[in-house]
């Protein structure tokens, strides 16, 4: 593939697509979709680092909404918070 972004062989493209249907349920869209480093970082092993797993405080979940954006207009920490409560309790 020399036109491709990636310097890897077809084979490697479809060893790679195959990993992410078998193991991480990917369709072929989103196995497009995602970069080398989401691929990556979705194939490795989980984090065992007690701090990996600490929670994100309010003024950081707040930083990561206004630097990765779902919409036009990102929502508040609170409103994130208020919306995943409200999914907990009803579980």
């Known amino acids: ?3 491709g972004r990636f310097a890897m062989a077809d084979r490697d493209y479809l060893a790679l697509l195959g990993l992410a249907a078998r193991l991480l349920g ?3 869209t989103a196995f497009w979709a995602a970069t080398p ?3 990556a970082a979705a194939l490795s092993p989980p984090v065992t680092d007690a701090s990996a797993t600490t929670p ?3 003024d950081e979940l707040a930083a990561l909404v206004r630097r990765f954006p779902d919409h036009k207009r990102a929502p508040t920490a609170a409103s994130v918070i208020s919306d ?3 999914v907990i309790s009803h579980q």
């Open 1 to 3: 593939m020399s036109s």
């Open 56 to 58: 994100l405080s309010r």
């Open 84 to 86: 995943q409560s409200s």
């Open 37 to 39: 480093r989401e691929l």
């Open 26 to 28: 990917w369709s072929p």
